[in-house]
């Protein structure tokens, strides 16, 4: 019997399409299902009942929650040949290093786009910190792992289609900030993964415009 | 030529407990170097430039920094016939996601002890509630993955040694709360890997007594 597997998304959602990228990355067939996050489906709370968050992956009924650990279970169940995460162990615990640091950094990008003022200011400030901080990590390397793209790409690129929303709300430029990493973003677009994963950058700046409207009209 | 293992760390952290446990749970000989965090070391500063934090686990000359990912690295090294995390890819999803929850439930602690009023008492039922979820979670297991000692108990125990002052600091009982928890964590106590590698509870009362005053001085 072939695999059932359900993930539970939403379309502007980077981690959300870390899921995507991995399953895509490893050929696996998958139903998307768009949730709305104001009236979440039953599915969602059954099998996420301590977060109530997507994305959720449900193979043959078994769900798997938060989106590292599903790049993560996607890598150990399927494609042995391509694998994501590296086998070396030390290799290993570096890329989970890089991608549990993309996790720590991008709080600050909620306060990129939806304040203003000093508190946008810092928060810019910070979030460009951290992306020289990855740009510095990526050095002249084509990806993350070296020459083949793996966890620590899927983990970041997701964020490159928020690029353009940020910049337009925050006035800055992710070329003149971080060219190597805009290069490396760019590469990893070149991929049928990455490309059919990401939604258009001009969209999600028109989704966040929405979203910024109702939390400053709160 | 034998391995090379140094951890640096400093006591009351439970950050630090978590690869001393699972090194002893593999039987490896470590050098323990005690950092003082108003006065890092060179060795400290060069092996975890980026967040500069303990514990950092270096192996033959090769840095691992984050706890839980140093936790995993120690599992893919060392022993494969006692391992931490299971071999069901969907199991270690699961470790996975509980032991990231007990890191996104730790911050409020902070608040729990070091705070007072209101702020305490909100703190106090967020942390209380986390933990019952995590009572939940373990129902009548004798460790969170079953009948074996892994990952998410490495995880959790170190806190147990952090329950005598925050009962103290904050007016509540633990065994009352959470009975099978308390249940669980004397469980792990009796394991000499656990029993080892957690300070003495009134020592760690005596320390954030300490910092606590240092802190409301401010």
């Given amino acids: 019997m072939a695999d059932e597997v359900i993930l539970l998304d939403f379309w502007p959602s980077p981690f959300g399409m870390r ?78 290093f890089w991608a549990d640091y993309v996790d720590k950094k991008i709080p600050v990008i909620g306060a990129v786009w939806a304040s203003t003022g000093e508190a946008q200011e810092a928060a810019k400030k910070e979030y460009i910190e951290g992306l020289k901080v990855l740009e510095g990590e990526l050095g002249d390397k084509a990806y993350f792992g070296g020459d083949r793209f793996g966890y620590v790409d899927v983990s970041l690129i997701p964020f490159y289609s928020w690029f353009y929303a940020l910049e337009t709300f925050s006035d800055f430029s992710h070329e003149e900030e971080c060219p190597k990493l805009v290069g490396w973003a760019k590469r990893c677009m070149q991929r049928e993964s990455v490309a059919k994963s990401l939604p258009d950058s001009h969209k999600v700046y028109d989704f966040m415009l929405e979203l910024r409207k109702k939390i400053q009209a709160q």
């Avoid at 768009?34 to 599915?43: A, F, G, T």
């Fill in 19 to 96: 899921a995507r990228i991995a399953l895509r990355e490893k050929g696996v067939d998958f139903d998307p299902r768009v949730e709305d996050p104001r009236n979440k489906s039953p599915l969602l709370l059954e099998t996420n009942p301590v977060h109530k968050k997507i994305p959720v992956l449900v193979h043959n009924g078994k769900p798997v929650c938060e989106s590292l650990i599903i790049v993560q279970y996607i890598d150990e169940t399927w494609g042995p040949e391509s694998p994501l995460l590296p086998s070396d162990p030390h290799e290993r615990a570096c890329a989970r």
